[in-house]
Every structure is written in structure tokens, then in C-alpha cells.
């Protein structure tokens, strides 16, 4: 059963790492609590215990909407644009496919002419 301890050691290194990231301290430690069992201090000491990081800068800026919504427009046209080609692509190809039909249901239809009427008897 060490893979769990294992496991929970690194859920909780993981945590602290994030936490120091997002200088979210607070929050992640009140939902950590309940989620995770604790770790006991004798096995593996060096994975189990998450290292202290003292938070002393602020919190990085949140980003500006702008260049996001920028960004997405581009995407969202970038989509549009490769839509509106496949769907060009789709129709020349299916104008293509029924114009092949027409011809090989005319030449069809012209060899049925040339062939003789079938016998009554058979």
C-alpha cells in the first residue's frame, strides 16, 4: 500500500506547488483538506513532506480581455475561413460526382437503344 502513500505525497507536493503559483493559499488549502488523507511522517520523508514556500510577492496581474478577445477573433475567423473552403471543396465535388452520374446514366440509357427488343417466349 505504499503506491497510495506515494500517491498522496505527490498530490500534496503538487498542491503546495500550485499554491505557490497562484498565491491562491487559502482557497486550496480549505478544499485540500477534506480530499486528502493524512500523510504519515515516517515513510518517505522526502516526497511526503511538501516544501514551504513563503509567498511574499503579489499576485501576478489578472490578463487584460483585450488581446484575448483579439486573439479568439482570429481563431474564430481562421475557422470560419477553413470551413467555408470545405464546404467549397465539398460541393465542386459533389457537382463533380452528379455530373459523372448524368453521363454514365446517358451512355447507359444510348446503349439500351442500340440493343434488341427482347424475346416474348423467355
Known amino acids: 500500500m505504499s503506491w497510495k502513500k506515494d500517491r498522496d505525497a505527490l498530490i500534496a507536493q503538487t498542491m503546495a506547488f500550485v499554491e505557490s503559483v497562484t498565491g491562491r493559499r487559502e482557497d486550496l488549502q480549505a478544499d485540500l483538506k477534506p480530499a486528502l488523507p493524512p500523510v504519515e511522517a515516517g515513510v ?6 511538501a516544501p514551504e514556500i513563503v ?61 434488341p427488343p427482347p424475346r416474348a417466349g423467355k
Not at 44 to 49: H, I, L, V
Not at 80 to 103: G, I, T
Open 44 to 49: 518517505r520523508t522526502e516526497r511526503a513532506a
Open 55 to 115: 509567498d511574499t510577492a503579489e499576485p501576478p496581474p489578472a490578463p487584460l480581455s483585450g488581446p484575448r478577445q483579439v486573439a479568439l477573433s482570429d481563431v474564430q475567423k481562421e475557422i470560419r475561413d477553413r470551413v467555408a473552403s470545405f464546404r467549397a471543396h465539398q460541393q465542386r465535388f459533389n457537382k463533380e460526382r452528379e455530373e459523372y452520374f448524368s453521363k454514365t446514366i446517358a451512355k447507359l440509357k444510348a446503349s439500351m437503344k442500340d440493343l
